[in-house]
Protein backbone atom coordinates (compact mmCIF):
# COMPACT_ATOMS: atom_id res chain seq x y z
CA UNK A 1 0.00 0.00 0.00
CA UNK A 2 1.11 3.57 -0.85
CA UNK A 3 2.22 5.92 1.80
CA UNK A 4 0.21 9.10 2.14
CA UNK A 5 2.95 12.31 2.15
CA UNK A 6 1.23 13.83 5.27
CA UNK A 7 -0.52 11.29 7.38
CA UNK A 8 -0.49 14.08 10.59
CA UNK A 9 -2.13 16.66 8.53
CA UNK A 10 -4.79 13.98 7.62
CA UNK A 11 -5.05 13.56 11.20
CA UNK A 12 -5.12 17.33 12.17
CA UNK A 13 -8.14 18.30 9.07
CA UNK A 14 -9.83 15.16 10.50
CA UNK A 15 -9.72 16.12 13.99
CA UNK A 16 -10.74 19.44 13.06
CA UNK A 17 -13.96 18.44 11.26
CA UNK A 18 -14.88 16.14 13.87
CA UNK A 19 -14.83 19.20 16.17
CA UNK A 20 -16.77 20.90 13.38
CA UNK A 21 -19.41 18.31 13.28
CA UNK A 22 -20.10 18.37 17.24
CA UNK A 23 -20.46 22.07 16.77
CA UNK A 24 -23.05 21.97 13.93
CA UNK A 25 -24.62 19.30 15.03
CA UNK A 26 -24.95 18.21 19.02
CA UNK A 27 -27.71 19.85 20.56
CA UNK A 28 -28.86 20.99 17.16
CA UNK A 29 -32.02 20.23 14.79
CA UNK A 30 -30.87 19.70 11.48
CA UNK A 31 -30.67 22.82 9.15
CA UNK A 32 -27.53 24.85 7.39
CA UNK A 33 -25.18 22.69 9.36
CA UNK A 34 -25.49 19.76 7.03
CA UNK A 35 -24.21 21.91 3.79
CA UNK A 36 -22.39 23.41 5.95
CA UNK A 37 -20.32 20.95 6.47
CA UNK A 38 -21.03 18.91 3.58
CA UNK A 39 -18.94 22.38 2.12
CA UNK A 40 -16.39 22.20 5.11
CA UNK A 41 -15.45 18.17 3.93
CA UNK A 42 -15.31 18.85 0.21
CA UNK A 43 -13.21 21.93 0.61
CA UNK A 44 -10.64 19.66 3.13
CA UNK A 45 -10.22 16.70 0.57
CA UNK A 46 -9.69 19.42 -2.45
CA UNK A 47 -6.87 21.08 -0.04
CA UNK A 48 -5.44 17.68 1.38
CA UNK A 49 -5.22 16.53 -2.47
CA UNK A 50 -3.04 19.87 -3.63
CA UNK A 51 -1.00 19.57 -0.74
CA UNK A 52 -0.55 16.20 -0.95
CA UNK A 53 0.04 16.55 -4.89
CA UNK A 54 -3.33 14.38 -5.87
CA UNK A 55 -5.06 15.79 -8.74
CA UNK A 56 -9.01 15.25 -8.66
CA UNK A 57 -10.60 13.55 -11.82
CA UNK A 58 -12.71 16.71 -13.04
CA UNK A 59 -14.44 14.65 -15.16
CA UNK A 60 -16.26 12.73 -11.51
CA UNK A 61 -16.54 16.00 -10.10
CA UNK A 62 -20.13 16.63 -12.07
CA UNK A 63 -21.02 14.89 -8.09
CA UNK A 64 -20.39 18.55 -6.72
CA UNK A 65 -23.81 19.78 -7.95
CA UNK A 66 -26.21 16.70 -6.64
CA UNK A 67 -24.63 16.30 -3.00
CA UNK A 68 -24.65 20.00 -2.71
CA UNK A 69 -28.43 20.33 -3.43
CA UNK A 70 -29.53 17.63 -1.55
CA UNK A 71 -27.43 18.41 1.36
CA UNK A 72 -28.76 22.21 0.85
CA UNK A 73 -32.40 20.51 0.58
CA UNK A 74 -31.84 19.59 4.03
CA UNK A 75 -31.70 23.48 5.00
CA UNK A 76 -35.20 23.83 3.04
CA UNK A 77 -37.42 21.22 2.87
CA UNK A 78 -38.79 20.00 6.38
CA UNK A 79 -40.59 17.40 5.01
CA UNK A 80 -39.84 14.47 7.74
CA UNK A 81 -39.68 11.57 4.80
CA UNK A 82 -38.14 13.94 1.98
CA UNK A 83 -35.54 14.97 4.62
CA UNK A 84 -33.95 11.64 5.47
CA UNK A 85 -34.19 10.59 1.50
CA UNK A 86 -31.94 13.86 1.52
CA UNK A 87 -29.68 12.59 4.17
CA UNK A 88 -29.61 9.09 2.73
CA UNK A 89 -28.53 10.47 -0.13
CA UNK A 90 -25.87 13.08 1.00
CA UNK A 91 -24.29 10.16 2.65
CA UNK A 92 -24.09 8.14 -0.25
CA UNK A 93 -23.13 10.86 -3.01
CA UNK A 94 -20.06 11.53 -0.14
CA UNK A 95 -19.26 7.78 -0.62
CA UNK A 96 -18.99 8.00 -3.90
CA UNK A 97 -17.19 11.22 -4.27
CA UNK A 98 -14.34 9.62 -2.32
CA UNK A 99 -14.14 6.81 -4.33
CA UNK A 100 -14.43 9.10 -7.66
CA UNK A 101 -12.81 11.72 -6.65
CA UNK A 102 -9.36 11.30 -7.63
CA UNK A 103 -9.57 7.74 -9.90
CA UNK A 104 -11.67 5.77 -11.84
CA UNK A 105 -14.30 6.81 -14.22
CA UNK A 106 -18.07 6.91 -13.15
CA UNK A 107 -19.85 7.26 -16.21
CA UNK A 108 -18.20 3.61 -16.59
CA UNK A 109 -19.12 1.86 -13.54
CA UNK A 110 -22.22 -0.42 -13.22
CA UNK A 111 -24.52 -0.70 -10.62
CA UNK A 112 -22.30 -3.10 -8.61
CA UNK A 113 -19.72 -0.80 -9.35
CA UNK A 114 -21.17 1.75 -7.87
CA UNK A 115 -22.53 -0.25 -4.55
CA UNK A 116 -19.11 -1.47 -4.23
CA UNK A 117 -17.95 1.99 -4.14
CA UNK A 118 -20.04 2.87 -1.87
CA UNK A 119 -18.85 -0.57 0.23
CA UNK A 120 -15.37 0.51 -0.23
CA UNK A 121 -15.58 3.93 1.05
CA UNK A 122 -17.50 2.98 4.45
CA UNK A 123 -15.12 0.37 5.25
CA UNK A 124 -11.63 2.50 4.45
CA UNK A 125 -13.54 4.92 6.64
CA UNK A 126 -13.50 2.34 9.65
CA UNK A 127 -10.10 0.86 8.93
CA UNK A 128 -7.87 3.12 6.76
CA UNK A 129 -7.53 5.72 9.96
CA UNK A 130 -5.14 2.82 11.82
CA UNK A 131 -2.58 2.85 9.05
CA UNK A 132 -2.47 6.75 9.12
CA UNK A 133 -2.11 7.23 12.62
CA UNK A 134 0.74 3.79 12.33
CA UNK A 135 2.39 5.92 9.49
CA UNK A 136 2.23 9.31 11.40
CA UNK A 137 4.12 7.78 14.60
CA UNK A 138 6.69 5.84 12.59
CA UNK A 139 7.79 8.67 10.36
CA UNK A 140 8.57 10.65 14.12
CA UNK A 141 12.12 10.18 15.44
CA UNK A 142 13.25 7.11 17.16
CA UNK A 143 11.37 6.99 20.62
CA UNK A 144 14.11 7.39 23.35
CA UNK A 145 14.41 5.39 26.39
CA UNK A 146 12.43 8.00 28.65
CA UNK A 147 9.44 7.42 25.93
CA UNK A 148 9.69 3.98 26.21
CA UNK A 149 8.98 3.70 29.97
CA UNK A 150 6.51 6.77 29.86
CA UNK A 151 4.33 4.23 26.80
CA UNK A 152 3.25 1.26 29.27
CA UNK A 153 2.06 4.51 31.92
CA UNK A 154 0.23 5.99 28.94
CA UNK A 155 -1.80 2.48 28.16
CA UNK A 156 -2.53 1.86 31.06
CA UNK A 157 -4.55 5.21 31.50
CA UNK A 158 -6.01 5.02 28.39
CA UNK A 159 -7.40 1.47 29.43
CA UNK A 160 -8.20 2.55 32.92
CA UNK A 161 -10.52 5.64 31.99
CA UNK A 162 -12.95 3.73 30.13
CA UNK A 163 -13.06 1.29 33.18
CA UNK A 164 -13.20 3.52 35.92
CA UNK A 165 -16.27 5.39 34.16
CA UNK A 166 -18.19 2.53 33.59
CA UNK A 167 -17.74 1.61 37.65
CA UNK A 168 -18.50 5.44 38.76
CA UNK A 169 -21.39 5.39 36.73
CA UNK A 170 -23.22 2.14 38.06
CA UNK A 171 -21.49 2.74 41.64
CA UNK A 172 -23.36 6.35 41.53
CA UNK A 173 -26.74 4.53 40.34
CA UNK A 174 -26.19 2.03 42.83
CA UNK A 175 -25.89 4.29 46.09
CA UNK A 176 -27.36 7.81 46.20
CA UNK A 177 -25.11 9.26 48.78
CA UNK A 178 -21.89 8.24 47.01
CA UNK A 179 -23.35 9.67 43.07
CA UNK A 180 -24.11 12.78 45.39
CA UNK A 181 -20.39 13.08 46.55
CA UNK A 182 -19.26 11.99 43.22
CA UNK A 183 -21.74 14.63 41.47
CA UNK A 184 -20.58 17.76 43.43
CA UNK A 185 -17.24 16.79 43.33
CA UNK A 186 -16.46 16.55 39.52
CA UNK A 187 -19.66 17.32 38.68
CA UNK A 188 -20.69 14.14 37.14
CA UNK A 189 -23.45 15.60 34.24
CA UNK A 190 -20.54 17.94 33.04
CA UNK A 191 -17.88 14.92 33.13
CA UNK A 192 -20.58 12.66 31.22
CA UNK A 193 -21.42 15.10 28.56
CA UNK A 194 -17.73 15.45 28.43
CA UNK A 195 -16.96 12.34 27.43
CA UNK A 196 -19.53 11.51 25.48
CA UNK A 197 -19.35 14.63 23.33
CA UNK A 198 -15.20 13.54 22.95
CA UNK A 199 -16.20 10.39 22.24
CA UNK A 200 -18.42 11.16 19.35
CA UNK A 201 -15.60 13.72 18.15
CA UNK A 202 -12.80 11.19 18.54
CA UNK A 203 -15.40 9.00 16.34
CA UNK A 204 -16.46 11.22 13.71
CA UNK A 205 -12.34 12.03 13.45
CA UNK A 206 -11.41 8.61 13.22
CA UNK A 207 -13.91 7.78 10.45
CA UNK A 208 -13.74 11.01 8.37
CA UNK A 209 -9.52 10.13 8.43
CA UNK A 210 -10.16 7.03 7.01
CA UNK A 211 -12.19 8.34 4.12
CA UNK A 212 -9.88 11.13 2.98
CA UNK A 213 -6.82 8.67 3.35
CA UNK A 214 -8.44 6.28 1.03
CA UNK A 215 -9.55 9.14 -1.02
CA UNK A 216 -6.21 10.53 -1.36
CA UNK A 217 -4.49 6.96 -1.49
CA UNK A 218 -6.75 6.02 -4.93
CA UNK A 219 -5.25 9.16 -6.31
CA UNK A 220 -1.41 8.22 -5.54
CA UNK A 221 -1.61 4.88 -7.69
CA UNK A 222 -3.05 2.38 -4.72
CA UNK A 223 -6.56 1.68 -6.42
CA UNK A 224 -6.65 -1.85 -4.99
CA UNK A 225 -6.51 -2.67 -1.49
CA UNK A 226 -6.65 -6.19 0.65
CA UNK A 227 -9.88 -7.13 -0.11
CA UNK A 228 -9.75 -6.32 -3.91
CA UNK A 229 -6.32 -8.38 -4.24
CA UNK A 230 -8.07 -11.21 -1.96
CA UNK A 231 -11.44 -10.93 -4.93
CA UNK A 232 -9.05 -10.56 -8.04
CA UNK A 233 -6.71 -14.13 -7.09
CA UNK A 234 -10.29 -15.86 -6.62
CA UNK A 235 -11.44 -14.96 -9.84
CA UNK A 236 -8.05 -16.09 -11.42
CA UNK A 237 -8.47 -18.94 -9.66
CA UNK A 238 -12.42 -19.85 -10.96
CA UNK A 239 -11.63 -18.41 -14.66
CA UNK A 240 -7.86 -17.79 -15.43
CA UNK A 241 -9.08 -16.45 -18.38
CA UNK A 242 -11.10 -13.77 -17.40
CA UNK A 243 -9.58 -10.35 -18.74
CA UNK A 244 -8.30 -7.66 -15.92
CA UNK A 245 -11.39 -5.29 -14.43
CA UNK A 246 -10.88 -2.31 -12.94
CA UNK A 247 -11.53 -4.00 -9.26
CA UNK A 248 -11.33 -7.44 -8.07
CA UNK A 249 -14.97 -8.01 -7.37
CA UNK A 250 -15.83 -6.76 -11.02
CA UNK A 251 -13.43 -9.37 -12.36
CA UNK A 252 -15.04 -12.27 -9.98
CA UNK A 253 -18.34 -11.27 -11.00
CA UNK A 254 -16.81 -11.30 -15.11
CA UNK A 255 -15.95 -15.04 -13.75
CA UNK A 256 -18.70 -16.30 -12.20
CA UNK A 257 -20.50 -15.21 -15.64
CA UNK A 258 -18.24 -16.74 -17.63
CA UNK A 259 -19.35 -20.26 -15.28
CA UNK A 260 -22.93 -19.22 -14.61
CA UNK A 261 -23.53 -18.10 -17.97
CA UNK A 262 -25.92 -19.32 -20.53
CA UNK A 263 -26.27 -19.55 -24.23
CA UNK A 264 -28.44 -17.29 -26.32
CA UNK A 265 -31.16 -20.18 -26.52
CA UNK A 266 -31.94 -19.94 -23.22
CA UNK A 267 -32.07 -16.01 -22.91
CA UNK A 268 -34.29 -16.11 -25.84
CA UNK A 269 -37.06 -18.60 -24.08
CA UNK A 270 -37.34 -16.91 -21.14
CA UNK A 271 -37.34 -13.60 -22.81
CA UNK A 272 -39.76 -14.77 -25.45
CA UNK A 273 -42.15 -16.25 -22.34
CA UNK A 274 -42.16 -13.22 -20.03
CA UNK A 275 -42.65 -11.47 -23.68
CA UNK A 276 -45.88 -13.11 -24.58
CA UNK A 277 -47.31 -12.92 -21.27
CA UNK A 278 -46.81 -9.24 -20.69
CA UNK A 279 -47.97 -8.90 -24.29
CA UNK A 280 -51.58 -10.96 -22.76
CA UNK A 281 -51.45 -8.55 -19.98
CA UNK A 282 -51.36 -5.43 -21.88
CA UNK A 283 -53.65 -6.30 -24.04
CA UNK A 284 -56.03 -6.40 -21.47
CA UNK A 285 -54.93 -3.42 -19.73
CA UNK A 286 -55.46 -1.04 -22.53
CA UNK A 287 -59.54 -1.22 -21.51
CA UNK A 288 -58.47 0.11 -17.95
CA UNK A 289 -56.01 3.10 -19.66
CA UNK A 290 -58.85 4.64 -21.36
CA UNK A 291 -61.85 3.36 -19.52
CA UNK A 292 -60.70 2.86 -16.04
CA UNK A 293 -63.31 4.80 -14.07
CA UNK A 294 -66.36 2.55 -15.87
CA UNK A 295 -64.18 -0.92 -16.01
CA UNK A 296 -63.77 -0.60 -12.11
CA UNK A 297 -67.38 0.40 -11.39
CA UNK A 298 -68.48 -2.62 -14.24
CA UNK A 299 -66.17 -5.27 -12.10
CA UNK A 300 -67.68 -4.41 -8.72
CA UNK A 301 -64.31 -3.02 -7.17
CA UNK A 302 -63.84 -0.22 -4.49
CA UNK A 303 -61.19 2.55 -5.95
CA UNK A 304 -59.39 1.29 -2.94
CA UNK A 305 -59.44 -2.14 -3.73
CA UNK A 306 -58.64 -1.56 -7.79
CA UNK A 307 -55.61 1.00 -7.12
CA UNK A 308 -53.89 -0.88 -3.89
CA UNK A 309 -54.27 -4.00 -5.71
CA UNK A 310 -53.09 -3.60 -8.80
CA UNK A 311 -50.48 -0.62 -8.39
CA UNK A 312 -47.96 -2.71 -5.84
CA UNK A 313 -48.46 -5.75 -7.94
CA UNK A 314 -47.79 -3.76 -11.00
CA UNK A 315 -44.89 -1.90 -9.64
CA UNK A 316 -43.15 -4.98 -8.60
CA UNK A 317 -43.43 -6.36 -11.74
CA UNK A 318 -41.59 -3.12 -13.32
CA UNK A 319 -39.18 -3.83 -10.50
CA UNK A 320 -38.27 -7.46 -11.46
CA UNK A 321 -38.62 -7.07 -14.88
CA UNK A 322 -36.15 -4.31 -15.15
CA UNK A 323 -33.85 -6.98 -12.57
CA UNK A 324 -34.74 -9.92 -15.32
CA UNK A 325 -32.86 -8.02 -17.95
CA UNK A 326 -30.19 -6.67 -16.29
CA UNK A 327 -29.20 -9.85 -14.83
CA UNK A 328 -30.15 -11.61 -18.55
CA UNK A 329 -27.53 -9.35 -20.08
CA UNK A 330 -25.21 -9.94 -17.50
CA UNK A 331 -25.44 -13.78 -18.36
CA UNK A 332 -26.14 -14.11 -21.59
CA UNK A 333 -23.49 -15.07 -23.99
CA UNK A 334 -23.97 -13.53 -27.26
CA UNK A 335 -21.14 -14.61 -29.69
CA UNK A 336 -22.74 -13.61 -33.03
CA UNK A 337 -24.07 -10.33 -34.15
CA UNK A 338 -27.21 -11.64 -34.72
CA UNK A 339 -27.80 -13.25 -31.34
CA UNK A 340 -26.71 -9.62 -29.74
CA UNK A 341 -29.69 -8.40 -32.27
CA UNK A 342 -32.34 -10.69 -31.15
CA UNK A 343 -31.58 -10.30 -27.95
CA UNK A 344 -32.07 -6.18 -27.81
CA UNK A 345 -34.84 -7.20 -29.58
CA UNK A 346 -36.33 -9.11 -27.01
CA UNK A 347 -35.30 -7.34 -24.21
CA UNK A 348 -36.40 -3.35 -26.09
CA UNK A 349 -40.05 -5.52 -25.97
CA UNK A 350 -39.83 -6.01 -22.71
CA UNK A 351 -39.43 -2.92 -21.68
CA UNK A 352 -41.61 -1.33 -23.69
CA UNK A 353 -44.28 -3.48 -22.34
CA UNK A 354 -43.32 -2.88 -18.78
CA UNK A 355 -43.57 0.89 -19.41
CA UNK A 356 -47.10 0.19 -20.49
CA UNK A 357 -47.79 -1.70 -17.13
CA UNK A 358 -46.51 1.32 -15.39
CA UNK A 359 -48.93 3.45 -17.49
CA UNK A 360 -51.17 1.83 -16.13
CA UNK A 361 -50.25 1.63 -12.65
CA UNK A 362 -50.41 5.09 -13.28
CA UNK A 363 -53.83 5.60 -14.22
CA UNK A 364 -54.97 3.35 -11.11
CA UNK A 365 -53.04 5.65 -8.99
CA UNK A 366 -54.68 8.64 -10.78
CA UNK A 367 -58.14 7.26 -9.91
CA UNK A 368 -57.41 6.62 -6.42
CA UNK A 369 -55.95 10.16 -5.74
CA UNK A 370 -59.26 11.61 -7.30
CA UNK A 371 -61.42 9.50 -5.34
CA UNK A 372 -59.63 10.13 -2.03
CA UNK A 373 -57.18 12.98 -2.71
CA UNK A 374 -53.31 13.30 -2.39
CA UNK A 375 -50.95 12.50 0.56
CA UNK A 376 -47.41 12.72 1.13
CA UNK A 377 -46.96 8.76 -0.18
CA UNK A 378 -49.10 9.06 -3.00
CA UNK A 379 -47.69 12.08 -4.17
CA UNK A 380 -44.05 10.21 -3.89
CA UNK A 381 -45.46 7.60 -5.40
CA UNK A 382 -46.21 9.33 -8.67
CA UNK A 383 -42.40 10.67 -8.82
CA UNK A 384 -41.40 7.51 -8.70
CA UNK A 385 -43.03 5.91 -11.29
CA UNK A 386 -42.41 8.85 -13.71
CA UNK A 387 -38.69 8.12 -12.85
CA UNK A 388 -38.45 4.48 -12.73
CA UNK A 389 -40.12 4.55 -16.45
CA UNK A 390 -37.13 6.64 -17.31
CA UNK A 391 -34.95 4.02 -15.93
CA UNK A 392 -36.46 1.62 -18.14
CA UNK A 393 -36.57 3.97 -21.36
CA UNK A 394 -32.70 3.87 -20.48
CA UNK A 395 -32.60 0.22 -20.63
CA UNK A 396 -33.93 0.07 -23.71
CA UNK A 397 -31.38 2.61 -25.10
CA UNK A 398 -28.42 0.89 -23.39
CA UNK A 399 -29.25 -2.29 -24.87
CA UNK A 400 -28.77 -0.70 -28.54
CA UNK A 401 -26.09 2.15 -27.56
CA UNK A 402 -23.95 2.70 -25.41
CA UNK A 403 -23.82 -0.76 -23.21
CA UNK A 404 -21.98 -0.04 -20.17
CA UNK A 405 -24.01 3.46 -19.48
CA UNK A 406 -26.91 2.22 -17.56
CA UNK A 407 -25.66 2.33 -14.30
CA UNK A 408 -24.99 6.31 -15.04
CA UNK A 409 -28.43 6.70 -16.15
CA UNK A 410 -29.83 4.57 -13.21
CA UNK A 411 -28.06 7.76 -10.65
CA UNK A 412 -29.47 10.34 -12.79
CA UNK A 413 -33.11 8.67 -11.92
CA UNK A 414 -32.55 7.89 -8.59
CA UNK A 415 -31.04 11.75 -8.50
CA UNK A 416 -33.67 12.78 -10.36
CA UNK A 417 -36.12 11.51 -8.35
CA UNK A 418 -34.95 13.53 -4.89
CA UNK A 419 -34.90 16.65 -7.03
CA UNK A 420 -38.22 16.55 -8.42
CA UNK A 421 -39.61 16.07 -4.78
CA UNK A 422 -37.57 18.52 -3.59
CA UNK A 423 -38.43 20.87 -6.39
CA UNK A 424 -42.47 19.77 -5.86
CA UNK A 425 -42.36 20.50 -2.32
CA UNK A 426 -44.61 17.74 -1.17
CA UNK A 427 -46.41 19.07 1.60
CA UNK A 428 -47.32 22.41 0.31
CA UNK A 429 -48.13 20.59 -3.08
CA UNK A 430 -50.73 17.75 -0.81
CA UNK A 431 -52.18 20.49 0.93
CA UNK A 432 -52.85 23.18 -1.67
CA UNK A 433 -54.50 20.12 -4.16
CA UNK A 434 -56.66 18.71 -1.20
CA UNK A 435 -57.68 22.01 -0.36
CA UNK A 436 -58.25 23.01 -4.06
CA UNK A 437 -60.48 19.36 -3.49
CA UNK A 438 -62.44 21.19 -1.18
CA UNK A 439 -63.24 24.28 -2.23
CA UNK A 440 -64.58 22.51 -5.07
CA UNK A 441 -67.26 20.57 -3.40
CA UNK A 442 -65.34 17.27 -2.08
CA UNK A 443 -64.52 16.40 1.79
CA UNK A 444 -61.34 17.54 3.35
CA UNK A 445 -59.48 15.76 5.72
CA UNK A 446 -58.32 18.57 7.78
CA UNK A 447 -56.50 15.84 10.73
CA UNK A 448 -54.13 14.81 8.16
CA UNK A 449 -53.34 18.49 6.88
CA UNK A 450 -52.50 18.65 10.26
CA UNK A 451 -49.50 16.22 10.47
CA UNK A 452 -47.54 17.86 7.57
CA UNK A 453 -44.45 19.36 8.18
CA UNK A 454 -43.58 23.02 8.50
CA UNK A 455 -43.13 23.09 4.45
CA UNK A 456 -47.05 23.42 4.29
CA UNK A 457 -47.39 26.21 7.00
CA UNK A 458 -47.99 29.10 4.39
CA UNK A 459 -50.98 26.37 2.43
CA UNK A 460 -52.67 26.28 5.75
CA UNK A 461 -52.63 29.76 6.79
CA UNK A 462 -53.96 31.00 3.83
CA UNK A 463 -57.16 28.50 3.88
CA UNK A 464 -58.10 29.18 7.41
CA UNK A 465 -59.98 31.94 6.02
CA UNK A 466 -61.47 30.00 3.13
CA UNK A 467 -62.86 26.95 5.63
CA UNK A 468 -65.50 26.47 7.87
CA UNK A 469 -67.09 24.66 10.82
CA UNK A 470 -64.54 21.89 12.15
CA UNK A 471 -62.03 22.56 9.31
CA UNK A 472 -61.75 25.53 10.24
CA UNK A 473 -61.58 24.75 13.89
CA UNK A 474 -58.85 21.68 12.92
CA UNK A 475 -56.81 24.22 11.10
CA UNK A 476 -56.61 27.19 13.70
CA UNK A 477 -56.13 24.77 16.84
CA UNK A 478 -53.24 23.12 15.01
CA UNK A 479 -51.80 26.92 13.84
CA UNK A 480 -51.75 27.81 17.08
CA UNK A 481 -50.10 24.87 19.07
CA UNK A 482 -47.05 25.64 15.97
CA UNK A 483 -47.56 29.56 16.63
CA UNK A 484 -46.40 28.50 20.55
CA UNK A 485 -43.88 25.81 19.91
CA UNK A 486 -42.30 27.86 17.00
CA UNK A 487 -41.39 30.52 19.48
CA UNK A 488 -40.14 28.27 21.95
CA UNK A 489 -38.08 26.34 19.35
CA UNK A 490 -36.57 30.25 18.25
CA UNK A 491 -35.37 30.95 21.74
CA UNK A 492 -33.52 27.64 22.27
CA UNK A 493 -32.06 26.80 19.25
CA UNK A 494 -28.75 28.18 18.06
CA UNK A 495 -27.77 29.33 14.42
CA UNK A 496 -26.32 26.03 13.20
CA UNK A 497 -30.13 25.18 13.67
CA UNK A 498 -31.31 27.30 10.99
CA UNK A 499 -33.75 26.16 8.35
CA UNK A 500 -35.75 27.96 6.03
CA UNK A 501 -39.01 26.24 5.92
CA UNK A 502 -39.35 26.61 9.90
CA UNK A 503 -37.94 30.25 9.50
CA UNK A 504 -40.34 30.97 6.57
CA UNK A 505 -43.23 29.29 9.04
CA UNK A 506 -42.28 31.15 12.30
CA UNK A 507 -42.15 34.51 10.53
CA UNK A 508 -45.87 33.77 9.17
CA UNK A 509 -47.01 32.25 12.39
CA UNK A 510 -46.01 35.44 14.50
CA UNK A 511 -47.40 37.77 11.64
CA UNK A 512 -50.80 36.09 10.98
Not at 115 to 141: D, H, I, M, T, Y
Not at 199 to 211: D, P
Not at 460 to 474: D, F, M, W, Y
Request: charged share 15%; proline share 3%; with cysteine.
Amino acid sequence: METIKSPTRILIVALALGLCYDLLFHGHALGVSLPLFVLLLVAALLWLGRSAGVRPAWRNLWLLVPLFFVAGMVAVRANATLTFFNVAATLALLALLAHYFAAGRLERSGLVGYALAGLRSGANALFQAAPLVKEALARRSAPTATRRNAWPLVRGLLLALPVLAVFTCLLSSADLVFGRYVANLLGLRFWQELVGRALVVLLAAWLLAGALAYSLRRGSGDSQGGIDRALDSLAVALRPSTPPAEDGLQRLLAALAGILGFGMVEAAIVLLAVDLLFAAFVGIQFAYLFGGQANVTAQGYTYAEYARRGFFELVSVAVLALGLGLGLRWLTRRETPRQSLAFSALSSLLGGLVLVMLASAFQRLRLYELAYGFTETRLSVYVFMVWLGAALAWFVVTLWRLPNRFAVGALVAALGFLVTLNAINPDAFVARRNLERYYAGAELDAAYLTRLSDDAVPVLLEAVGRTSGGEQSILERELGTRRALAAAEAAQQGWPAWHLARWRAYTLLIDN
